[in-house]
């Protein structure tokens, strides 16, 4: 047992009047929060000879939960050639020349890559392509996917690989791009990028775990013990592997970050094969737990494949991508519904929204449940409408506030003004009784809540800019922010009776911070808070080091 005092302990429970609650001081017993009040109560309830813990003076929350990202593709981001910050094509040829040179990577073996952006390069506003790519290397085979994760560019090595050296065919709902005289350009977007992606050697159980632990310890450091994630299409869907990997480390005792799987299984078969395996939603325990039936209506609006319901404003042609017909829509969400599994689903568009609403309303009807907390992920593109149906439905909106620090500069270019207006609109969702969840989609983008935090409250880059903050009436308190990663994160799990908040009987995760994030002046301090440590059933996980 341990007290921990001496902190501005906010338990993120609400008091009678509305405000947050703070405490003078917790124990901890047997991983979970056996008393919580003042220092004197606490004492009485811990007995004599309980070692105390001065917090002296930092700020104590719940520990972070990230509703939506990806623990093996940001292993693999931790492990993989960074691009992330190459601002040009040439300086993402010469880092990942020096990446293989550095790590001796044997001739043949597939070297992978993500987070580069076209929009940030200098040189060429362009996609990299094959011909960039075998500036790097041709006796490796390469695959590098865009910070979005919706386009995968592969070098001639890889194409000879795939058998696409001279031609390939188009996928429905993907784009496969090719040259004047059809000869492949090693672009692989949406639904093409399985091409890419089937021809590259299966992850083996030890690389999974290995990846699973490079997260677990980038997660610690941002003050998240709990990750809701979509693991399975990292794998090509091989579902008993990654469910077998996370079953292993538990009983190995050396799974130390919740994970709340989502569980993206895009065919029919697939969903079958999962649901006649007997797998359901709410299976598993506190570590370790089947979430909801994860699905991907359309793309991403940086590379205009997010589907809208008109036109692009900068680009007329095109709508963007359905991934699923409403009608193979409507089939898996109704066999989801029918086994009652909760459900969660991509959906950046109003067109995408749309469809996945339609589809929710129809399953609704026809196998009415209680409390199925469905949800669509991203819920960006949107009108007052929407929003309304997404309370009509009970439909929680997963947002990624993050998000902002790229989109904020592209948005109203590619959808216009008055749809920009509404869009992105959080507090509209708060107003309207939608419980909103928060996320970083990792590795899209980082894995740091205070940034997700930043431009939540401020609605701004991490620039700082525009100035005002864009539609700052869509702003979130502080208090709204963190519930989006604490409270509402464990409703999220059907978990809110176990986690979320600092309660006598939750599990004891929370997380220590240099500062007062709900009283300093988040435009000029929040960025430089600082992650002092972070605990996992009262276990401290990872400590600051100056």
């Known amino acids: 047992m341990k007290i921990y005092y001496n902190g501005n302990i906010v338990t993120m429970e609400n008091l009678e009047d509305g405000s947050l609650q703070k405490v003078e001081a917790f124990l901890v017993k047997d991983g979970e929060y056996a008393a919580v009040g003042t220092l004197e109560e606490v004492r009485a309830a811990a007995g004599e000879g309980v070692e105390e813990v001065d917090l002296q003076g930092a700020t104590v929350t719940p520990a972070f939960v990230d509703t939506h990202m990806h623990v093996l593709a940001c292993g693999m981001n931790l492990n993989d050639v960074d691009l992330f910050n190459a601002t040009s094509i040439e300086e993402c040829i010469e880092i990942s020349k ?56 592969v070098n001639s090595k890889a194409l000879e690989i795939m058998g696409c050296s001279e031609h390939c065919d188009q996928v429905p709902g993907g784009v496969v791009e090719v040259d004047e005289n059809g000869r492949p350009l090693g672009i692989f977007a949406e639904a093409a990028r399985p091409l890419v992606l089937n021809a590259i050697p299966e992850f083996t159980e030890e690389q999974i775990e290995h990846l699973i632990q490079l997260t677990t310890k980038f997660a610690h450091k941002h003050g998240v013990t709990e990750i809701q994630s979509d693991c399975f299409k990292d794998v090509n869907y091989n579902f008993e592997k990654v469910l077998k990997v996370y079953n292993d480390m538990q009983e190995r005792n050396v799974l130390k970050l919740r994970v709340y799987e989502q569980c993206h299984l895009p065919k029919i078969e697939l969903l079958q094969a999962f649901l006649d395996a007997g797998y359901r939603t709410g299976q598993g325990n506190d570590l370790f737990k089947i979430g909801p039936y994860k699905l991907q209506e359309d793309g991403a609006l940086g590379a205009r494949t997010a589907l809208m319901r008109k036109p692009y404003a900068d680009d007329p042609s095109t709508c963007g991508v359905a991934f699923l017909p409403q009608e193979t829509l409507d089939t898996l969400v109704e066999m989801a519904q029918k086994a009652d599994m909760q459900i969660a689903v991509h959906a950046i568009g109003d067109g995408a929204i749309e469809n996945v609403l339609n589809a929710v309303k129809r399953a609704q009807e026809l196998y009415p449940r209680e409390d199925e907390r469905h949800g669509i992920i991203h819920s960006q593109i949107t009108d007052l409408p929407l929003i309304k149906r997404f309370k009509e439905q009970n439909m929680v909106a997963y947002v990624q506030p993050i998000f902002l620090n790229y989109d904020a500069k592209i948005v109203n270019a590619r959808v216009g003004d008055e749809t920009a207006k509404t869009s992105y609109a959080w507090k509209s969702y708060i107003d309207e009784g939608v419980l909103i969840s928060s996320g970083s989609d990792c590795p899209v983008e980082s894995l740091n809540i205070i940034e997700n935090l930043y431009t939540a409250v401020c609605r701004k880059m991490l620039n700082g800019k525009p100035e005002g903050g864009h539609y700052p009436e869509q702003c979130l308190t502080m208090e709204e922010a963190v519930k989006g990663h604490t409270i509402n994160a464990a409703y999220c799990s059907f978990s809110e009776d176990r986690k979320g908040s600092i309660k006598v009987g939750k599990i004891a995760d929370f997380v220590v911070m240099d500062k007062d994030i709900f009283s300093i002046d988040p435009e000029t301090e929040l960025l430089s808070t600082k992650i002092l440590a972070t605990y996992m059933d009262g276990e401290k996980v990872y400590e600051y080091e100056a």
């Open 98 to 153: 020096k990446y293989i040179a550095d790590r001796q990577i044997p001739a043949g073996q597939w070297v992978r890559s993500r987070g580069w952006n076209h929009d940030k390069f200098t040189d060429e506003s362009r996609f990299l392509n094959r011909y960039d790519l075998d500036k790097i290397s041709t006796e490796h085979p390469l695959a590098f996917t865009r910070t979005c994760g919706h386009v995968i560019v």
